[in-house]
């Protein structure tokens, strides 16, 4: 096999999962990312145990199992009484299920994990994407710097506001959900006088809720995120990184149980953005270029699957492209979109509607979903 020159554009959690896959495969393997570090924005993340599956794959699993949290329960409660309306165990009941655990970790911890495995050779920063050109020969990307690269391929896993994505299918139209999020992590020594149980808790109200878990393994670390109705005439930007109103926040959550109430009051801060949404791409690939993660389903936040989804991507792309050459690119990559759309876009569609885990729930078609040894065939075909 004549191994592949494959550029991968973003370096998030799917871009770096999936150069590491496709090296692994044999092929030549290149990141471009814009920024220019990483930083460690205040952001948890929930890693079910499909994706742990692929983070097993990667190797990384034992790291992250010995800094993450593991919650006993999923618990939703009464934004107000806190009765429960549904209890999802976790800890050893859903490793033993769905043959992972369920993680929940800082989002920097991951990231860092994942970037380990991947050579700072193959990692350039401060490379910011102008446009793609693809001829017969392969594609040329050209960045913002003057620097052009050639590729075999290209792996679009530049986000939610993927460039490559708009060049191949036009500017996008998201649909503002008139909601926007406030998130951030602190020490939860910040909190005095509250003995929180060792759960993940999400709190309904009738047009607002507010999701908390720890994100280490010795709880010493708090998170939440929220959502929350939001004026459709002003809209926060789809920024991860852009400050809120402490005091607009403990407002829009003004009589909620007291436990939501004393994680506010201990909040030093927090960050803001607008929550979108958008309809299934008409495809994920042309040609030589193909698209993963939030560049190809940008999904709302509600059921936590949106970085596991392009894990999934990333396993499933680099199982497709094993073996395969140059001649070979364009039937891979559309039987990368046939495995994963019909999956991707359910899991869009019941995030979109946020009731996951509201009442009694079978999570089975999520979290027992295994990328690294599902048939590499169309779902339907199977």
């Known amino acids: 096999m004549k191994p592949l020159s494959i550029a991968i554009v973003g370096a998030g959690i799917g871009g770096l999962a999936a150069a ?4 692994r495969a044999g092929h030549e393997v290149h990141v471009f990312e814009q920024a220019a570090q990483f930083a460690r924005v205040g952001a948890g993340i929930q890693m079910a145990p499909n994706a742990m599956k692929v983070l097993r794959l990667l ?13 006993d329960y999923a618990l939703s409660r009464a934004w107000d009484t806190g009765e429960p309306s549904s209890e999802l165990p976790l800890g050893e009941s859903v490793a033993q299920e769905f043959g992972a655990p369920y993680l929940f970790l800082h989002r920097a911890d991951l990231h860092a994990a994942i970037a380990s495995l991947v050579s700072s050779d ?12 693809q001829k017969a020969s392969g594609v040329d990307l050209h960045f913002t710097n003057g620097v052009m690269i050639k590729a075999d391929a290209v792996i679009g896993a530049d986000g939610v506001h993927s460039l490559i994505r708009t060049q191949m299918l036009g500017p996008e139209r998201p649909r503002f959900t008139g909601k926007v999020a406030y998130r951030t992590t602190f020490p939860a020594s910040r909190i005095q006088g509250l003995n929180m149980a060792p759960v993940r808790t999400k709190w309904w109200g009738a047009d607002r809720h507010m999701v908390v878990y720890f994100v280490t393994r010795n709880r010493d670390e708090l998170y939440f995120v929220t959502s929350v109705p939001e004026k459709a005439d002003w809209m926060t930007p789809e920024s991860w990184s852009a400050k809120g109103d402490l005091e607009e926040l403990r407002a829009a959550y003004a009589g909620f149980h007291p436990e939501v109430q004393a994680i506010l009051q201990a909040c030093p801060e927090v960050y803001k953005w607008a929550l979108f949404e958008r309809e299934p791409l ?9 698209l993963l993660g939030d560049a190809c389903h940008p999904m709302t936040p509600y059921m936590a699957q949106g970085a596991a989804s392009a ?3 990333a396993a499933i792309l680099s199982r497709v492209l094993t073996g395969v050459e140059v001649d070979g ?6 039987l990368y979109e046939a495995i994963r759309k019909p ?7 019941g995030s979109s509607a946020n009731t996951w885990l509201k009442g009694k729930t079978d999570p089975a078609w999520v979290y027992g979903y295994d990328s690294t040894t599902v048939p590499l065939r169309e779902p339907e075909a199977a």
Do not use: C, Y
């Open 122 to 133: 193959n990692v350039h920063l401060n490379m910011k994407l102008k446009f793609f050109d």
């Open 343 to 349: 999956r991707a876009s359910a899991i869009q569609s």
């Open 311 to 313: 894990l999934e991507d």
């Open 20 to 23: 590491t896959l496709l090296r």
């Open 329 to 334: 690119l364009d039937a891979a990559f559309k």
């Open 59 to 71: 190797g990384v699993e034992e790291q992250l199992v010995n800094k993450a949290f593991q919650a």
């Open 282 to 290: 008409p495809r994920w690939s042309e040609g030589r270029v193909a």
